[in-house]
């Protein structure tokens, strides 16, 4: 069973959902994300579940990997 939830976000947070995730596609988005906070009190078992997606690894691993590029250009 679905339900509706309207919550308010600034805009360029929509603007970025809207243009990364695509229409149609934030509130599967959103409930993916919170998921696993909201329905597994044990964090290790819900890393364990979110592992086994390896579409969402592999991007995962992507990102931090540019994330680390975009360190290594940095002056201390």
């Known amino acids: ?3 509706k939830l309207t919550i308010t976000v600034d805009k360029e947070v929509y603007e970025g959902l ?9 509130s599967k988005f959103i409930q993916e994300l919170v ?9 290790e078992a819900a890393y364990k579940e979110m592992a086994k997606d390896r579409s969402r690894e ?3 691993l992507e990102w931090a ?10 002056t201390w």
Request: hydrophobic letters at 30%; charged letters at 40%; proline letters at 6%.
């Open 1 to 3: 069973m679905k339900k």
């Open 18 to 26: 809207y243009q990364e995730v695509g229409k149609g596609k934030i």
């Open 35 to 43: 998921r696993p906070y909201v329905l597994h009190p044990d964090l």
């Open 58 to 60: 592999g991007e995962a």
């Open 65 to 74: 990997e540019a994330t680390i590029k975009d360190v290594g250009d940095e």
